[in-house]
Each structure stands twice: as structure tokens, then as C-alpha cells.
T-cell receptor
Framework: EAGVAQSPRYKIIEKRQSVAFWCNPI?????LYWYQQILGQGPKLLIQ????????DSQLPKDRFSAERLKGVDSTLKIQPAKLEDSAVYLC????????????FGQGTRLTVV | GENVEQHPSTLSVQEGDSAVIKCTYS??????FPWYKQELGKRPQLIID?????GEKKDQRIAVTLNKTAKHFSLHITETQPEDSAVYFC??????????????FGGGTRLMVKP
């Protein structure tokens, strides 16, 4: 089966600029996650969607980060304005809505803020 | 919320030796504990998982043990090979809390297997 697709793979922006990441989950997966992985650390959940509704966004810095999942399929994560500390890999993952379901990760987008 | 601690942060072993990575979690409601392997520049991939109603699970050279009372779980890799070199992440989730799995990850262990 096709995996989770993310784009772009790499992005370099200056601080205070805006950036958007795109994710296409595995077909049929109801749940979609965005994780932030800072170099040398484990992934940190930013937001979880169930279809097109938000399940949890308690760790999303809402003053600068936003995410949407229109029509319950693709999702975009936006940062506006970016800060130096936002430099990280942004991983999208998807899974079914069953218990104990595996989260399938995309390749990620490596963001560098200079 | 959940907090997952992972040790050691780096582990170097000789090929053929065993490797053990340990994690502790804080939320007693957590009931699902997956382990992910992430090779350099690649996506995290699930290698094994365990549910809270099981104390041990084995899949060929890898095994995971869970101690619910102490709130810790461990990954064991036997007969290590150079291709086992990667960063390993443990994670915990309370699957009763919401649909799907909202995973809290540990900080990762960089395993290096020397030929």
C-alpha cells in the first residue's frame, strides 16, 4: 500500500517568514497526526485529527501554528511567523481509529529557520 | 499528561551481543507501548508493541517486557547485527482516552553495533 506522503522534504526560511507543510495520509486512515521532532529528541505530538475534527491540539503553539484537515483526507500545517526554535523535522503520521493501531509515519519535512 | 523517560541515550555494543533499552512512564492509564526504529534520515517505523494485558512479547531477535506495577518497559535485542544500528524510540498511549493512538515518545536511544 502507498505510504504517508509529505511535501516538501526540505525547507529553509528566514525567521518571521511563513511556511506550510502538506500531508497525504494512507487511504482510509481516519486519524492523522502532526509531530515535531527536534534534532536529538523524540517526536512530540502537535495535533491529532479524527477525520476532519481536532481530537487534541493541547501542545500546538496556537499563536503561530495552525493546522487543518479539510474533507478528512489531506492536511496542512502552517507556521506564521517562524522562529529559530521551530527548526525541526515535521512528521505526519496516520492510522485507523481502532485501539492499539499502528501509526504510520511519512518521511517528514526538515525545516531550517535562519 | 504522560511523560516517558528513556535510557540510555546512546548504547554501543559488539556485533552478536545483546542490547537492552529501558523506558519508564508516568500515566498509569497508559495501556499501549510501541517501539519505533528510525534509521538516519528516514521515517520512524514500528518494530514491536505490547499491550498492558501482556507481560512479554517476542518477535525473532527482539522482545519487549512490561512491568505495569513499576511503570516501566524494556526492549531487548539479541544477537545484534550492524543493520540494527539506528535510533530507537519507546512510546506510550492511553487508547481508552481517544480514538486512535496519541503517542508520547521517549527521547530516543542511539544504538551502534560494531562489527
Amino acid at each position: 500500500e502507498a505510504g504517508v506522503a509529505q511535501s516538501p522534504r526540505y525547507k529553509i526560511i528566514e525567521k518571521r517568514q511563513s511556511v506550510a507543510f502538506w500531508c497525504n495520509p494512507i487511504s482510509g486512515h481516519a486519524t492523522l497526526y502532526w509531530y515535531q521532532q527536534i534534532l536529538g529528541q523524540g517526536p512530540k505530538l502537535l495535533i491529532q485529527f479524527q477525520n476532519n475534527g481536532v481530537v487534541d491540539d493541547s501542545q500546538l503553539p496556537k499563536d503561530r501554528f495552525s493546522a487543518e484537515r479539510l474533507k478528512g483526507v489531506d492536511s496542512t500545517l502552517k507556521i506564521q511567523p517562524a522562529k529559530l526554535e521551530d527548526s525541526a523535522v515535521y512528521l505526519c503520521a496516520s492510522g485507523t481509529d481502532r485501539m492499539y493501531t499502528e501509526a504510520f509515519f511519512g518521511q517528514g519535512t526538515r525545516l531550517t529557520v535562519v | 499528561g504522560e511523560n516517558v523517560e528513556q535510557h540510555p541515550s546512546t548504547l554501543s555494543v559488539q556485533e552478536g551481543d545483546s542490547a537492552v533499552i529501558k523506558c519508564t512512564y508516568s500515566d498509569s492509564a497508559s495501556n499501549y507501548f510501541p517501539w519505533y526504529k528510525q534509521e538516519l534520515g528516514k521515517r520512524p517505523q514500528l518494530i514491536i508493541d505490547i499491550r498492558s494485558n501482556v507481560g512479554e512479547k517476542k518477535d525473532q531477535r527482539i522482545a519487549v517486557t512490561l512491568n505495569k506495577t513499576a511503570k516501566h518497559f524494556s526492549l531487548h535485542i539479541t544477537e545484534t547485527q550492524p543493520e540494527d544500528s539506528a535510533v530507537y524510540f519507546c512510546a506510550a498511549s492511553d487508547t481508552n482516552n481517544n480514538a486512535g493512538n496519541m503517542l508520547t515518545f521517549g527521547g530516543g536511544t542511539r544504538l551502534m553495533v560494531k562489527p
